[in-house]
């Protein structure tokens, strides 16, 4: 990752403020500032701009923003005593404003709902457009209750295929993995209806061409030790089955990478919506690091 700064969007919610103490413990160990960042809400149709309604609403609106940033500072420091950390209030729309935020940060930080019944999470158009089209990478990070939390001491996890996005994946959960000091868990499905009559050397030929993807960076992280498992299986359910276990997930988000063969679409959101661990969206432009 490059850039200096993290960014964490702030709305006042339980998960935001997860997300900020994430962040911010994120930002101390690797040497980053930290920018909380609140995006003023919409303010309703019958307001025009110039009404004095408006303007009463808007001060408002600013001034509960104000103290969310202030909240959101203070648990920031309660977890990072010392870490340099600014707030920003946007006037536009929280996805505008994020997005715009993410050219200049190494990581954009979201918190998001906390577990719904199955332990699913139903995603809005904000969290979906930041995930796809912000300028570097994203952090999904949700609250947990009780038994329903990521292992600390777990691996990471990221999916692997042969698309480009799948190389920034691969890139990042290297990164990360090297931050952490834990092992890197890299996962290549291989479809259940796939007819041969040798499937021994059809495994195989999988397991090459896993190791191949990997060889190069496993060079630039010979620190990071790797596990390369090849299931036969939907991506979205082994995925699952290995993050439930990790301390992230890391997929792709364009092209045919990043998690088995589809980008942010069914499978990825699937993982959004249903890891247990955050889930890191690596996005473009993402190579090794000298370290």
Known sequence: MNGSVLVAGVDG????????????????????????VHALPTLPAPYPRGDPTYDQLLEVAAEQGSAMLAEAREA????????????????????????????????????????RPFGRILFGSVTVALAAHAKCPVALIRPHVGENRPPA???????VDGGPASEEAIAAAFEEASWRATRLVAVHCRPDNHWTSDSAAVAEHEHELLAQRLAGWQEKYPDVTVDRVVPVGRPAE?????????????????????????????????????????????RGGMRPQEK
């Open 13 to 36: 919610s339980a998960g935001s403020l997860m997300a900020v103490r994430w962040a911010a413990r994120a930002a101390r160990e690797r040497g980053h500032g930290l920018r909380l």
């Open 76 to 115: 920031a420091a309660e977890v990072a005593p010392g870490l340099t950390v600014e707030t920003a209030l946007r006037p536009e729309r929280p996805a505008e404003a994020l997005v715009d935020e993410s050219g200049g940060a190494v990581l954009l930080v979201l918190g998001t709902p906390g577990l």
């Open 153 to 159: 001491e777990g691996p990471v996890v990221v999916g």
């Open 238 to 282: 082994q995925l699952l089955d290995f993050a439930d276990r990790a301390q992230l997930l890391v997929v792709g988000s364009r092209g045919r990478g990043g998690v088995c063969g589809l980008a942010l679409g069914s499978t990825s959101q699937a993982l959004m919506s249903y890891a247990l661990c955050p889930v890191l969206v690596a």
